[in-house]
């Protein structure tokens, strides 16, 4: 009798859970749980309609390992790029989206240079990059950027100075938005020549280093022209990689060396001078402002007793000593935020400037694009061009020219100098 009571509760607890709470999941459970899927899948497609939640400007360079780079972006964004990676700077932006600025590390690799910055051409929220701040990694960059995005990536280059780093444009092509906050390699190659035959030195040796191609090469070739041009003498060109034997300098008579590249392999030139020339015959050493770096003076040491070297730079030393390479983080940040104000104030009057009837069709559909923000944005930096509007900087002004350069730079000299037993650079003029 108990056994069967057990088998007819067990037949009537299947049959409750087939009429009774069957209808229960179909009808209350299954909904609910669509009801959640659909809130997703909304969710994502209103995210996908509307567009990014923020457009964002990269700063792109070795900045893990390379200090300048790292003081660059510090100076831009007031803290190491590990503390403050991602931040708001503009909470009300452009057309409402906030502006956000992260850093992308490139390795200082070339091939690393090519993927970042294909990439951020085709990401759906690039708004601005400022780098590789290498000559020869920011040529590897700007055909991504000006050729590849539609419209083309508005750039700042900070400390690059080969001119000709913007790629070729097709018949009839569009202004490139680019801002180069530093003079290019024309005048510096003409000041250093102008200095060469000022303190009449005759017999020139021009060393080319070989890290930086693109900046070095343009950089010697240059100087040997502006030299020629006022009839000095360059007997020796070589690069650093393939120093001739100290028998053939000496022979020459060198008495000036004009070296186009960075503080490290100008140290190990320092070094190698210093083992070729007679203490009573060493040439006066004349480097580049890659090389301008306070690594230079800290390792150099007694390495640099008994040499006369000089160099260019856009920055006078006091300026550098103060702040160093931050100053051009600065003075890019404050450009920028004033392209942002302007380029949000006039957003509505370029976008339908552009095209009315798309204007109109997202402000309806509640959608935007990084692609009109950068037509605006670019459209602002031509009409500051146009308008010879010039940007205040902690380093001076800056007005900028169709081909981007900055029409009031100009290159400083300086010297080492030893001062208090400590050498130090110092404004030569």
């Known amino acids: 009798m108990l056994k069967r009571t057990a088998s007819d509760i067990k037949l009537f607890a299947s049959l409750l859970r087939r009429f009774l709470l069957a209808p229960l999941r179909r009808f209350v459970l299954i909904p609910i749980l669509m009801a959640i899927i659909g809130v997703v899948i909304v969710g994502r497609v209103t995210d996908w309609w509307t567009g990014p939640d923020s457009y964002y400007i990269y700063l792109a360079g070795d900045y893990r390992n390379d200090p300048a780079i790292a003081k660059i972006f510090e100076g831009f964004l007031g803290a190491p790029c590990e503390k403050s990676d991602g931040e708001i700077i503009r909470d009300k932006g452009v057309d409402g989206v906030p502006i956000r600025v992260k850093c992308l590390d490139d390795r200082g690799d070339p091939a690393e240079v090519r993927r970042i910055s294909s990439d951020l051409a085709h990401r759906a929220d690039t708004l601005m990059v400022m780098g590789h701040v290498y000559s020869t990694l920011t040529k590897e960059a700007l055909p991504n950027y000006l050729r590849q995005a539609q ?65 070095s090469k343009y950089l010697a070739l240059e100087f040997v022209r502006r030299v020629q041009e006022k009839e000095g003498k360059v007997v020796l060109w ?89 100053l051009f983080g600065k003075d890019a940040r404050s450009i920028i935020d004033r392209l942002l104000v302007d380029t949000d104030q006039h957003f509505v009057e370029e976008s339908q400037a552009h095209s009315r009837f798309k204007y109109w069709s997202m402000l309806l559909l509640n959608r935007h694009e990084v692609e009109d923000a950068r037509a605006a944005l670019k459209s602002r930096m031509m009409k500051a061009v146009l308008e010879e509007r010039k940007f205040l900087g902690v380093l001076g002004e800056y007005q900028f020219a169709h081909n981007g350069n900055n029409k009031q730079a100009q290159w400083r000299i300086w010297e080492v100098k030893k001062e208090n037993g400590v050498y130090q650079f110092v404004d030569a003029e």
């Not at 000036?256 to 001078?273: C, E, K, P, T």
């Open 151 to 215: 419209p083309a990536i508005p750039v700042v280059l900070t400390a690059e100075t080969n001119p000709q780093l913007i790629p070729a444009k097709k018949a009839g092509g569009d202004y490139d938005p680019v801002f180069r906050l530093a003079p290019t390699d024309d005048e510096q190659a003409a000041k250093a020549a102008q200095f060469a035959i000022d303190n009449a030195k005759q017999v020139l040796w021009v060393v080319e280093d070989e890290r930086n191609p693109v900046y």
């Open 238 to 326: 070589s690069t650093n990689m393939s120093v001739p034997p100290a028998e053939t300098l000496n022979k020459l008579k060198i008495d000036f060396v004009f070296f186009a590249g960075d503080w490290s392999n100008a140290l190990i030139l320092i070094r190698q001078i210093k083992r070729i020339f007679p203490p009573h015959r060493m040439p006066v050493l004349f480097l580049s402002d890659a090389a301008v770096d306070q690594q230079l003076l800290k390792y150099g040491g007694k390495e640099l007793d008994g040499l006369s070297i000089y160099l260019g730079y856009p920055l006078k030393a006091v300026q550098f000593k103060d702040s160093g390479f931050e």
